[in-house]
């Protein structure tokens, strides 16, 4: 039998069929979320051809699936507590209130200090040294007090000493570091878990005043290279990542920090007195779930202060920290010893500071808004005081919210990614390096990374090294200029945190959660965590799958046949049980392409809480659900 020849016409209706309901079908059970094109430019006006490899993501601070998570805070941490005492930047302790009208009578102020070689503990002084003016003068030789007052409302039979306020004072030491050179203050302020979008949209007084009065320079492209903290400041510090930290110096959790190569040993080399200090000492960044440092690790330290009022007058505590200190919130202990610090060393003795935030801004979305007020006020008494004009001041942070209702929509998990970084440079260094300053402006729309941010500190150091030309590498100075086929590898980002919207014409795509290449990497999740607790069942419980959440995969195609075999990699959120954990992993391609392998490490993105208690690796406190719960 002769088949019959189908006309031309017919086959091109049948061939715009089939592309009109592949088309369908795609939109119906597809959804492009992220593409090239909707991504930050490098300088406007550039070609495509002139643009960087790695093309950011333009995120909107008020997107709408932000705006359901956006409540205003209040907070009011003299409700239970009364500021009877303050100091000033002379080392002035006034007396604002007369304690007996508060209950109190009797009140002197005992010093105290680190304990030798203990991060943890204090010593205090066995007098207390009564306070009967309404201005006493604290001696040079004291760096910590606590103030004390009898309880007038308990019985007769029984009289009850109250430790009513704390304060620190920084004094000039005897001996100087200064030089005949003039040195540049370098001063960093660090606000964990502050995204890039969420710093605007937190603290627009700040932003604004940082922008518009202080000329305040933004990285655009600042990304994480690692989960939390610690491995996100180890590079700024040491230029180095947490796993060479441990074959240099740092060998597991026991070790003290001392040894290690950070960068505050060099500003001392250098003539500069050295500062560093946290308001959540709790969860400092070498303390959780660590041993700290033997020694001080700089000339001036705040942690015996912050630790002696996390345990004695802390309250309102969030989570993992107190909000508040006695009367007043915790994050303006540190603002408060920032100003003391300025204020001594008086524009003519040099310092490194490094001061980080923890407090207001680890645990929730909106508490950042409550430090607004202080943080624009600091600034403004910088500024007015010209602490700037020899000032380079740094503005950061580590990462964006890691848990929470909102890291798990698409934005979050963007923003839990791109930390925020400003830089205030004093007008002199701009004009004397002014080939710096455009280069440090031309990379602001680029990727860049903490490693990068250790090569600027070092240029602000050794001012002689700042070039007129790149040097490629890891880390590179903000004030060279990035090379535009830098990739998240070449900076030292780990591929499961690389925001880059890709190249080309590549895409990100939002994929059904029942589809078997979902299914199956899903279960090799499971199996990679299953895999770091096998060894510690005693303690923790093996996880099973309990759903998907969300599922998108990189690639560059929208045939839905061809969305797997082409797919550079996919992105699942699931949450497991027991406990419902939320956790997301990148997931690449095995060489077979039929099965996927885990990119990195497992996220998790919910708090665990003290589901985790059983166990002390800092790692396995994410993944691990104890066989008993408190």
């Known amino acids: 039998m002769k088949l019959t020849q189908i006309p031309s016409h017919f086959q091109k209706i049948s061939i715009y069929f089939f592309l009109v309901s592949s088309t369908f079908t795609f939109y119906c059970y597809y959804k492009i979320i992220l593409d090239a094109q909707t991504s930050l430019p490098s300088n406007q006006g550039q070609s495509d051809e002139e643009q960087p490899k790695c093309r950011l993501p333009k995120l909107d601070p008020f997107h709408q699936s932000v705006k359901p998570f956006l409540v205003n805070e209040t907070l009011n941490c003299s409700s239970g507590w009364k500021e009877l005492f303050k100091t000033d930047f002379d080392s002035n302790l006034y007396m604002l209130k007369d304690p007996m009208k508060y209950g109190f009578k009797k009140c002197c102020y005992k010093s105290f200090h680190r304990f030798p070689g203990n991060d943890q503990s204090s010593i205090y002084s066995s007098t207390c040294t009564p306070i009967v003016n309404k201005i006493t003068k604290i001696p040079k030789s004291i760096e910590f007090i606590g103030i004390y007052c009898l309880n007038t409302k308990v019985g007769r039979k029984k009289v009850e000493r109250k430790i009513v306020d704390m304060f620190g004072f920084v004094h000039k030491m005897t001996k100087s570091k200064s030089t005949n050179e003039k040195k540049m203050n370098i001063v960093i302020l660090g606000l964990d878990s502050i995204s890039h979008m969420n710093f605007p949209r937190m603290m627009p007084k700040t932003y604004n005043y940082l922008t518009t009065n202080l000329s305040g320079i933004g990285m655009n492209g600042y990304t994480k290279v690692g989960d939390n903290t610690f491995p996100n400041l180890i590079p700024v510090l040491s230029g180095i990542s947490v796993d060479e930290l441990v074959r240099i110096c740092w060998e597991n959790s026991k070790v003290q920090f001392d040894k290690c190569p950070f960068i505050w040993k060099k500003f001392s080399e250098e003539g500069y007195w050295t500062s560093f200090g946290e308001d959540a000492p709790g969860m400092g960044i070498f303390n959780y779930i660590k041993k700290g440092f033997k020694n001080p690790p700089t000339d001036f330290y705040l942690r015996p202060l912050v630790k002696q009022m996390e345990q004695k007058i802390g309250n309102h505590r969030d989570v993992n920290s107190m909000v508040c200190y006695g009367p007043r919130l915790a994050f303006t202990v540190l603002l408060d010893y920032m100003m003391k610090t300025a204020y001594t060393m008086n524009k003519t ?282």
């Open 349 to 630: 003795e040099p310092y490194f500071q490094l001061i980080w935030a923890s407090s207001l801004f680890h645990d929730f979305l909106n508490f950042p808004q409550l430090g607004d007020t202080p943080l624009v006020s600091m600034l403004q008494w910088f500024n007015n005081n010209g602490h700037f004009e020899n000032t380079a001041f740094i503005l950061m942070s580590d990462h964006g919210m890691r848990f929470g209702g909102f890291r798990e929509t698409r934005q979050g998990s963007i923003e839990d990614r791109m930390p925020f970084l400003y830089f205030i440079l004093p007008k002199w260094f701009q004009k004397k390096y002014p080939i710096g300053i455009q280069q440090l402006q031309l990379n602001t729309n680029r990727l860049t990374s903490p490693f990068d941010l250790h090569e600027t500190l070092l240029d602000l150091l050794y001012t002689k090294r700042i070039p007129s030309k790149s040097e490629f590498g890891k880390g590179i100075s903000h004030f060279r200029q990035f090379p535009m086929n830098r990739t998240c590898s070449d900076a030292g980002i780990a591929d499961q945190w690389c925001v880059c919207a890709g190249e080309g014409n590549k895409l990100i795509i939002e994929v059904p959660i029942d589809d078997t290449p979902v299914l199956k990497g899903a279960a090799t999740i499971i199996q990679s965590l299953n895999s770091k607790i096998s060894n510690h069942t005693k303690k923790c419980s093996m996880l099973e799958l309990k759903e998907i959440l969300h599922a998108e995969v990189y690639t560059s195609t929208t045939i839905v046949d061809l969305i797997y075999a082409d797919a550079a990699s996919l992105t699942l959120t699931i949450k497991t049980l027991p406990g419902k954990g939320v956790f997301e992993a990148k997931l690449l391609p095995s060489l077979d392409s039929k099965k996927w392998k885990v990119s990195g490490e497992v996220n998790r993105v919910n708090l665990y809480g003290n589901q985790s208690h059983c166990i002390d690796s800092a790692i396995l406190k994410k993944y691990c659900y104890c066989n008993i719960q408190l």
